[in-house]
């Protein structure tokens, strides 16, 4: 019966390479989400010398975010702040405690949340109130004079 | 360990026992490879269902989505490309090899008694293939999908009666859309599988009860055929082979051709021309055989007979032989049906496009026209943008014709936007060359993807129409993919709906309020152009008619004068807001500014002339306010009350209101702030106040203008007479006799100690004597009642003779002369 053998072998060979040959691509496909890492993206703020010393300005950034195969436009509001010394630092406008946003306040020298009478100083770190730690801050970037930040895609 | 857990589910189940009787059915002799077709179709529905399943995990169905969520498959997941071209090729193939096994299973006669229901089950399963493949067509939503889908539902509606019924059930409506693509992917993924499981299920379970056909055995004798097989191995080999060759087409298939995606549905894009898939192309030419009123017997009714002839052929042919040549009507009449068709599709396929062929020049041109994206505007017989004209309409092309335009767009037609293309000549040739080619068969050439990808709104209806509200909602947003040239592609000829004759006179508003919006389009020292001269800030408007001038001078703008352009923001009446009229000849006098203080203090104290002369008048020109342009500064609280100026109410000792107690009070530096030193004297005439030393001097002071003491102070006051109680030094002994002729300011000094009546005390008489006294002493002396020559006598003694001699009198009244 060695010929009955061999057909059997070739038989269960031949269904294992189908259904390999099926089966691997399709897993991928279904499995591929849990091995990739959500992307971050960088996003053009503008040129430099848009920006004080010394004086937060806020900007409203308007990017193309992509939510698996449907494209968004999302907005995010960013406080650029260049100090006196030329160093850059980049916050976000939502506040650390219960996420209200935060807007530069001259006259109390801070970014003050309204929520909570939180204050922020210039550089993030919390000045009163109830917020837990400062300020979140982009990374950031400067290539031929334009400012860049990264989100988070 | 696994031995045991079979054991178990056998005695459990029986599970075991049965999957190994299934497996060893004994298969009688004459079974080879033509029975390998129907295990390799159930091979092809298990791929099917395999690769769909997969892509359902990430496909939408919605018509904004479906295309994305394909091109997200093919594009950003691994063996998505290839699991997709997999289901494509599958479902191609499917359709061959159900037609292989329906004529294997005809000519075999494997359909008569008593396995008809085995063919009437097959049959139907064809029904559902055929169903799969019509629902899956419309899903992945590209052009192809839409308008084939369209022309498939217009077909259903040629049917009389019930057509408009039918495609509105398919379509879910009357429109072609979000619901017929719903009803499609149900059916495609919910409905068919389900029916075509019962079915295979139903199929296979009776093959397996009631055998494979033998070959060419009459009916009721099958089993004089020893059946010396057994499924498996023996048949499984040969279906292990065929399925092995199978699956190698398939994956060659699917790695070399992967999936056609046409660009996505557009609804507007009526130039495309949707070609039918192979296997229905016989149906599409049976169509053409009929004129246009009796398509449906075309479209519907031969189909339906051609159906309804499959599902009763075991029950019309009752010839028990099997043996093709012992049954000759059935087998001609099944081959003449097959090969008609086979004809049919021949001819349909001759009639489809010819793949183009081009010469290597117009190949290249084909890549230049991909290269420079002239797909964004004009399509190919469909496809591309719908901006410019679809170059596969219209007939034969000029090339120089071509070049023209393509050189100078403008030439052609001065309105459009097209950019100018001024290639190399050897590109510029081969670029003619191809559009020259085009024709009414040409296709698009297949286009790179560009990253990023648009997002869906660009592909909504009326998008080219419409972009101008979306840039104008969100500048940014376009421009984080476009950069500001892209706009100046098409607006550099045509300047946006906004911009017309008025826009000038207003655009600054637009400008302020969404300056990105115009940096869409023009760099930001645009502006600068004409704006350079004309900063409107505070700094300006201090300046502007020098501006004026020095732009006369300048002559930047020839032709255009500083006017001109100011015109162009504001009406000529907006220079008269501030300049309103003309300055009158008054200001123009030398000594105006000097004098312009007396005017403006007639004009604004005295009501009546600021009525009279109200053209004249500042106030027609200028407000209040004009004066402290100058005049810094507003009059302190306390100068506006009542007669503050003239107010000299006293008491016995000093002033006490008006502006010199304000002056005593503050001390006259306080005054000194706004005036000058010498103001005090524009109206005291003498040093105000008084200097220490002014005792000794007032004398003199007094002597020159004693009406000046007189405006403040009174003749009995206490500060007079504590120096004056005593005689002064100017009355002398002799003072009685001599003081008439030492009174020199007409008694006012006297005044100061004797008061006003002293004189009369003495001469009974007001002295000096008025101006009038000369013509009324006469009078005088008869008021007094003097009268007769005694009383006159008394009189002169009495008064006049105290200071005049008896001849003062003959001065005038001359002596009578001497009567005869």
Redesign the interface.
């Known amino acids: 019966m060695t010929r009955?053998k061999w057909?059997?072998k070739?038989?269960k060979m031949?269904?294992t390479?189908?259904a390999a040959?099926?089966?691997i691509?399709?897993?991928?496909?279904?499995a591929?989400p849990a091995f990739r890492r959500e992307q971050s993206l960088w996003?053009?703020v503008g040129p430099l010398s848009d920006f004080r010393p010394n004086e937060p300005r806020p900007v409203?950034?308007?990017?193309?975010r992509r939510d698996?195969?449907?494209?968004k436009?999302a907005r995010t509001t960013v406080y650029v702040v260049v100090f006196g010394d030329g160093k850059i630092k980049v916050l976000s406008n939502i506040c650390t405690h219960a996420n209200c946003a935060v807007r530069w306040e001259r006259s109390k020298e801070g970014f003050y949340c309204p929520c909570h009478d939180g204050l922020f100083a210039i550089d993030g770190s919390v000045k009163s109130g109830p917020p837990p730690r400062p300020l979140d801050e982009f990374q950031h970037k400067v290539e031929g004079g334009e400012l860049f930040v990264k989100l988070r895609g | 360990m696994l031995r045991r857990f079979f054991d178990w589910l056998e005695r459990e189940t029986g599970i075991v026992s049965a999957w190994d009787r299934f497996w060893s059915q004994p298969l009688p002799s004459t079974v080879g490879w033509g029975q390998i077709f129907g295990a390799l179709l159930l091979l092809c529905l298990v791929i099917l269902f395999v690769t769909g399943g997969a892509m359902m995990f990430y496909y939408s169905p919605t018509p904004e989505q479906a295309y994305a969520s394909v091109q997200y498959i093919e594009h950003y997941l691994p063996f998505g490309k290839f699991i997709r071209a997999l289901h494509y090729w599958t479902a191609r193939i499917i359709v061959l090899l159900l037609i292989v096994h329906i004529a294997r299973v005809f000519i075999w006669g494997a359909y008569k008694k008593p396995r008809q229901m085995i063919w009437v089950t097959g049959v139907l399963l064809m029904l559902c293939v055929i169903g799969f493949g019509l629902t899956g067509y419309t899903l992945p939503w590209d052009q192809k999908a839409y308008w084939g889908t369209s022309v498939r539902l217009k077909i259903a509606e040629g049917i009389p009666l019930i057509g408009h019924a039918v495609a509105n059930f398919l379509r879910g409506g009357e429109q072609l859309g979000a619901v017929t693509l719903m009803r499609f992917y149900v059916l495609h993924v919910f409905v068919l599988p389900i029916l075509i499981f019962v079915l295979v299920v139903w199929h296979i379970r009776q093959v397996h009860t009631l055998g494979v056909t033998p070959a060419w055995v009459k009916v009721g004798q099958e089993e004089e055929i020893p059946k010396t097989q057994r499924l498996h191995p023996d048949q499984t080999a040969r279906i292990g082979f065929g399925a092995i060759s199978l699956v190698a087409i398939l994956l060659f298939l699917s790695v070399k051709f992967p999936a056609p995606l046409e660009p996505r549905a557009n609804p507007l894009d009526t130039a495309y021309k949707p070609h039918p898939d192979f296997y229905v192309l016989w149906l599409h030419e049976l169509l053409k055989l009929f004129p246009p009123q009796l398509e449906f017997v075309g479209s519907f009714i031969l189909p339906s007979i051609l159906v309804i002839l499959l599902l009763i052929v075991p029950f019309i042919d009752r010839n028990p032989e099997r043996h093709p040549l012992r049954r000759l009507p059935a087998i001609t009449t099944g081959l003449a049906i097959l090969f008609a068709i086979i004809a049919l599709n021949i001819k349909g396929m001759e009639a489809l496009p010819q793949p183009e062929k081009l010469s290597p020049l117009a190949k290249r041109g084909q890549e230049l026209f991909v290269e420079l994206r002239c797909y964004t505007c004009h399509g190919i017989n469909g496809g591309g943008g719908p901006v410019g004209p679809d170059l596969g309409l219209g007939g034969k092309r000029d090339p120089k014709f071509v070049e023209t335009i393509l050189r100078n767009p403008g030439s052609f037609n001065a309105h459009t936007v097209m950019p100018a293309y001024n290639l190399p000549p050897e590109e510029m040739r081969a670029l003619v060359t191809y559009i020259v080619s085009i024709g009414p068969n040409s296709r698009m050439p297949p286009i790179p993807p560009v990253e990023p990808e648009k997002p869906p709104s660009h592909f909504e209806e009326n998008w080219f129409a419409n972009h101008k509200f979306e840039v104008r909602k969100d500048p940014e947003s376009c421009g984080s993919c476009h950069k500001p040239f892209f706009c100046q592609a098409c607006h550099q000829n045509r300047r946006p709906s906004s911009h017309d004759e008025m826009w000038l006179k207003f655009h600054f508003g637009n400008a302020a309020e969404q300056p990105a919006m115009c940096n869409s389009c023009h760099t930001p020292d645009y502006c600068e152009e004409c704006h350079k001269l004309m900063r409107h800030d505070t700094e300006w408007l201090k300046g502007h008619g020098v501006q004026l001038a020095k732009f006369g001078e300048r002559k930047q703008w020839s032709g255009w004068t500083m006017h001109q352009l100011c015109y162009q923001c504001h009406t000529k009446q907006s220079c008269n807001d501030c300049h309103e009229g003309a300055v009158p000849e008054s200001h123009k006098a030398p000594d105006f500014m000097q004098k312009h203080g007396e005017l403006a203090k007639v004009e604004f104290e005295s009501k009546a002339l600021v009525a009279r002369k109200a053209q004249q008048a500042c106030v027609t020109c200028h407000t209040k306010q004009f004066c402290d342009n100058c005049h810094i500064g507003k009059k302190p609280k306390s100068h506006e009350q009542p007669n503050f100026v003239l107010q000299v109410a006293r008491d016995e000792r000093r002033v006490k209101s008006g502006h010199a107690l304000e002056a005593l009070k503050k001390g006259i530096q306080s005054c000194q702030t706004c005036h000058a030193q010498q103001f005090c004297s524009n109206c005291h005439g003498t040093e105000m106040p008084h200097p220490k030393n002014f005792v000794d001097v007032h004398i003199a002071e007094a002597r020159r203008d004693m009406a000046l003491c007189q405006r403040c102070h009174v003749w009995d006051e206490p500060n007079c007479k504590q120096c004056h109680s005593k005689r002064p030094p100017s009355h002398t002994p002799d003072f009685r006799q001599t003081h008439p002729q030492r009174i020199a300011d007409g008694g006012l000094s006297c005044q100061v100690c004797h008061g006003r009546n002293s004189c009369i005390d003495c001469h009974k008489l007001p002295m000096p004597h008025p101006s009038n006294f000369v013509k009324a002493h006469g009078e005088l002396a008869k008021q007094r009642g003097i009268r007769g020559k005694d009383s006159v006598q008394r009189l002169q003694k009495q008064l006049c003779v105290n200071c005049h001699t008896d001849r003062y009198c003959r001065n005038c009244h001359l002596p009578e002369p001497v009567r005869r």
């Open positions: 009955r057909l059997d070739f038989v031949a269904a390479v189908i040959v099926l089966g691509p399709s897993l991928a496909l279904l591929i996003v053009r409203t950034l308007s990017y193309q698996g195969w449907v494209i436009t």
